[in-house]
């Protein structure tokens, strides 16, 4: 293959994933957290379980320090620890919690709680719920640099 023909071939190859795109992130549910992932009535229902089974330790405003000096889940130090990471981990997260009464908080409220926190770190909502399923929680990257 000649040089001038590879470029070309790449090029054209570009352009369809530049095409593609836009496509790709409209499909069902949104790849990014930028794009709204949960809904503000989710967040609502989140808040009132996080008040009743998880506020306790990592307190009202998520910013930690409570009983077990539980972790903050909003503010720079969560941010710096989440960074990058991503929202499956965050679930993956709350299913040991409330420690030693995890069977008290079904998968959908754990789901309701992540829109929540999500909420408060001001991650916009959108017109979906979000689902408790990893293969749909895993694309979600948390990114509090650039929101
Ligand atoms: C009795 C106190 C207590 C309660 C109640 C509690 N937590 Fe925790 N939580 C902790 C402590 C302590 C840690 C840090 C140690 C650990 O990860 O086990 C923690 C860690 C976490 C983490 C971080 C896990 C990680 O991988 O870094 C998340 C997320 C979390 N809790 C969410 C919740 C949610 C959601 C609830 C309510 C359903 C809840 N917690 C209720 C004490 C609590």
């Known amino acids: 293959m000649t040089a001038k023909i590879a ?11 530049v095409y593609l795109a836009p496509v790709a992130a ?3 549910q949104a790849a990014s957290l930028a794009d709204g ?6 967040a609502a229902r989140g808040k009132s379980v996080y008040d009743d089974k998880c506020s306790v330790c990592h307190v009202d405003d998520l ?3 409570g009983d077990g000096m539980a972790p903050s889940l909003a503010g720079r130090f969560f941010n710096k620890t989440w960074e990058g990471r991503t929202v499956a981990e965050l679930y993956a997260g709350t299913v040991m919690m409330p420690p030693g009464e995890e069977k008290t908080v079904s998968d959908q409220e754990r789901i309701d709680i992540i829109a929540y926190v999500l909420s408060v770190n001001k991650f916009p909502a959108g017109a979906a719920p979000l689902e408790a ?3 749909k929680l895993k694309p979600l990257k948390l990114s509090f640099t650039q929101k």
């Open 133 to 135: 399923d990893m293969a």
């Open 26 to 28: 409209t499909a069902g």
């Open 37 to 42: 992932v949960y809904t503000t009535e989710q």
């Open 63 to 65: 910013s930690g320090g």
């Open 7 to 17: 470029v070309a071939m790449a090029t054209m190859a570009f352009g369809v994933a």
